[in-house]
């Protein structure tokens, strides 16, 4: 190799983490800034200085990301990422599960926490087409009622707002006849829908069990593990009940403390497993550590 060689790329963002005998992989779609603002109810200032406090960088980057889970066999993707439609920092999840020894074409199920762009946009390909050929999907009945129920986009009172209605529907146009919504299961062995809601009306968080073993996937109770951890009363924009989604952080937050449980979720930094500690009234979040071993 020459001394002059530079390297262009990271590597494939791919890890993977035995639940018993489940593997689930985490798949990096990418990331993108996240606008401070959006914690609306803290002065202008300070989420920067939480975040200098915590030696983070600031503006903070959100990841996002993807997780395969295999049973047996069965594949199961939760969540697909942004897609194609917002620029070069994500939209990398199809070519991470493709690093990661799978194809499009063996995803059985897609399995959603909610409907907005960063999690339903990778169902569809650049061109408009199935992203996963094979695949069903499948979400809570009251998130699916809420983003196709007429007039919707009135409750919106931002254009980002109504831009994330068109796409949840246009995400999920192409799969017409392969749309399964639930209440109580999913119907998925191995997997166990924990109610969520609050940042959407039918978020939903995944509990992933085998042979004594646990996993929480928590979908969206946080964007920023620095700020809300610390705050996890804090409102968040995107929040469509933003009351009930405190609430729930909280309640997902001591769940996962009490019991010792390991966590992961959409926007927690790559590669994203790790567990929660209750100081007082903040929660600490402790990645675990890797081990090259794991599967």
Same mark, same amino acid.
């Given at each position: 190799?020459?001394? =002059?060689?530079?390297?262009?790329?990271?590597?494939?963002? +791919?890890?993977?983490?035995?639940?018993?005998?489940?593997?689930?992989?985490?798949?990096?779609?990418? *990331?993108?800034? @996240?606008?401070?603002?959006?914690?609306?109810?803290?002065?202008?200032?300070?989420?920067?200085?939480?975040?200098?406090?915590?030696?983070?960088?600031?503006?903070?980057?959100?990841?996002?990301?993807?997780?395969? +889970? /295999?049973? *047996?066999? *069965?594949?199961?993707?939760?969540?697909?990422?942004?897609?194609?439609?917002?620029?070069?920092?994500?939209? !990398?999840?199809?070519? /991470? @599960?493709? #690093?990661?020894?799978?194809?499009? /074409?063996? $995803?059985?199920?897609?399995?959603?926490?909610?409907?907005?762009?960063?999690?339903?946009?990778?169902?569809?390909?650049?061109?408009?087409?199935? #992203?996963?050929?094979?695949?069903? $999907?499948? +979400? !809570?009945?009251?998130? &699916?009622?809420?983003?196709?129920?007429? *007039?919707?986009?009135?409750?919106?009172?931002?254009?980002?707002?109504?831009?994330? $209605?068109?796409?949840?529907?246009?995400?999920?146009?192409?799969?017409?006849?392969?749309?399964?919504?639930?209440?109580?299961?999913?119907?998925?062995?191995?997997?166990?829908?924990?109610?969520?809601?609050?940042?959407?009306?039918? !978020?939903?968080?995944?509990?992933?069990?085998?042979?004594?073993?646990?996993?929480?996937?928590?979908?969206?109770?946080?964007?920023?593990?620095?700020?809300?951890?610390?705050?996890?009363?804090?409102?968040?924009?995107?929040?469509?009940?933003?009351?009930?989604?405190?609430?729930?952080?909280?309640?997902?937050?001591?769940?996962?403390?009490?019991?010792?449980?390991?966590?992961?979720?959409?926007?927690?930094?790559?590669?994203?497993?790790? &567990?929660?500690?209750?100081?007082?009234?903040?929660?600490?979040?402790?990645?675990?550590?890797?081990?090259? =071993?794991?599967?």
């Amino acid at each position: 190799m020459s001394t =002059n060689y530079k390297p262009q790329a990271q590597v494939p963002s +791919v890890f993977h983490k035995k639940i018993g005998g489940i593997i689930v992989t985490v798949l990096s779609d990418g *990331n993108l800034e @996240l606008p401070l603002d959006a914690f609306f109810e803290l002065e202008k200032d300070e989420p920067i200085q939480i975040l200098r406090e915590h030696l983070q960088a600031v503006p903070p980057y959100m990841n996002t990301s993807g997780f395969i +889970v /295999n049973n *047996n066999g *069965n594949i199961t993707l939760v969540d697909t990422g942004f897609g194609s439609s917002f620029g070069s920092g994500a939209g !990398h999840l199809i070519d /991470n @599960l493709i #690093a990661a020894g799978y194809s499009t /074409n063996d $995803v059985d199920t897609v399995l959603l926490t909610h409907m907005h762009p960063d999690h339903v946009n990778g169902l569809l390909l650049a061109d408009g087409t199935r #992203a996963f050929p094979n695949a069903k $999907v499948i +979400v !809570h009945e009251k998130e &699916y009622g809420f983003w196709m129920k007429d *007039n919707v986009e009135d409750h919106f009172q931002d254009d980002l707002g109504k831009m994330s $209605v068109q796409m949840a529907r246009s995400a999920l146009a192409p799969y017409k006849g392969d749309i399964v919504t639930f209440s109580d299961s999913v119907g998925i062995p191995g997997i166990s829908p924990i109610e969520a809601h609050g940042h959407t009306p039918g !978020h939903t968080a995944y509990l992933i069990e085998s042979e004594g073993d646990r996993l929480l996937i928590w979908g969206d109770i946080i964007q920023n593990a620095t700020i809300q951890m610390s705050q996890p009363e804090l409102k968040f924009a995107m929040d469509i009940d933003a009351d009930q989604a405190s609430r729930t952080r909280i309640k997902l937050l001591d769940f996962a403390s009490e019991e010792r449980i390991r966590v992961t979720g959409m926007h927690m930094d790559f590669p994203a497993f790790g &567990y929660v500690k209750k100081e007082g009234t903040r929660y600490i979040y402790v990645p675990e550590q890797w081990r090259a =071993n794991d599967l």
